[in-house]
């Protein structure tokens, strides 16, 4: 009596992907009074740097801003992090967006504080590089206005301005290298 071989039993579907996404503190930082946050992560060769601002008291509905600096840190892996000593001239100062350049160096762009005797009631567009995100140069930024979004793609860099109270559209910029925009 020959039995015949058997097919193979079919192998059972995968099962679907969870839809819950499970996230786990990895940094926490204490404020000097006021709100701190971080606004930006990148990834920039062995580790992830992030940047953002710590406001020296609350915020007000209205009103000037009060004292802040900017503040940055560094992670091998994403899971423990190390302030970063920014040294001074990051007073009044905020780091709002991070983007790797195609050197591998890092472009924050942000904004500085415009004191006045009320406060600090206006801020003016600024930017630093980094190549070990622990020494940051301050660089000449051309953008006029708040810009609101950074993007790296294969040629270059683009960038969206926010409207000022003489323009009423966003503006986009290209560079080639985040050093000089068109």
């Not at 097919?7 to 404020?31: D, E, M, Q, V």
């Not at 946050?37 to 007000?60: C, I, K, M, N, S």
């Not at 993007?151 to 050093?179: K, N, Y």
């Given at each position: 009596?020959?039995?015949?071989?058997?097919?193979?039993?079919?192998?059972?579907?995968?099962?679907?992907?969870?839809?819950?996404?499970?996230?786990?503190?990895?940094?926490?930082?204490?404020?000097?009074?006021?709100?701190?946050?971080?606004?930006?992560?990148?990834?920039?060769?062995?580790?992830?740097?992030?940047?953002?601002?710590?406001?020296?008291?609350?915020?007000?509905?209205?009103?000037?801003?009060?004292?802040?600096?900017?503040?940055?840190?560094?992670?091998?892996?994403?899971?423990?992090?190390?302030?970063?000593?920014?040294?001074?001239?990051?007073?009044?100062?905020?780091?709002?967006?991070?983007?790797?350049?195609?050197?591998?160096?890092?472009?924050?762009?942000?904004?500085?504080g415009v004191s006045s005797e009320f406060g600090i009631t206006?801020?003016?567009?600024?930017?630093?590089?980094?190549?070990?995100?622990?020494?940051?140069?301050?660089?000449?930024?051309?953008?006029?206005?708040?810009?609101?979004?950074?993007?790296?793609?294969?040629?270059?860099?683009?960038?969206?301005?926010?409207?000022?109270?003489?323009?009423?559209?966003?503006?986009?910029?290209?560079?080639?290298?985040?050093?000089?925009?068109?």
């Amino acid at each position: 009596n020959r039995s015949r071989p058997r097919a193979p039993l079919p192998t059972p579907p995968p099962p679907p992907p969870s839809t819950n996404l499970a996230w786990t503190r990895t940094g926490s930082y204490p404020s000097s009074g006021g709100l701190s946050v971080v606004d930006a992560v990148a990834r920039v060769g062995d580790r992830y740097v992030a940047v953002g601002v710590d406001f020296a008291e609350a915020l007000p509905v209205f009103g000037p801003l009060p004292p802040h600096e900017a503040r940055a840190w560094t992670s091998p892996d994403g899971t423990s992090w190390e302030p970063v000593d920014l040294g001074p001239g990051f007073e009044n100062v905020r780091f709002r967006l991070l983007i790797q350049k195609g050197d591998g160096s890092l472009l924050a762009i942000g904004d500085r504080g415009v004191s006045s005797e009320f406060g600090i009631t206006d801020t003016t567009p600024a930017a630093w590089t980094t190549t070990d995100a622990r020494t940051w140069t301050e660089v000449e930024v051309p953008l006029h206005g708040f810009i609101s979004a950074i993007e790296r793609g294969a040629r270059g860099l683009l960038a969206v301005v926010m409207p000022t109270p003489s323009t009423d559209a966003h503006d986009l910029w290209f560079s080639v290298d985040g050093d000089t925009w068109e």
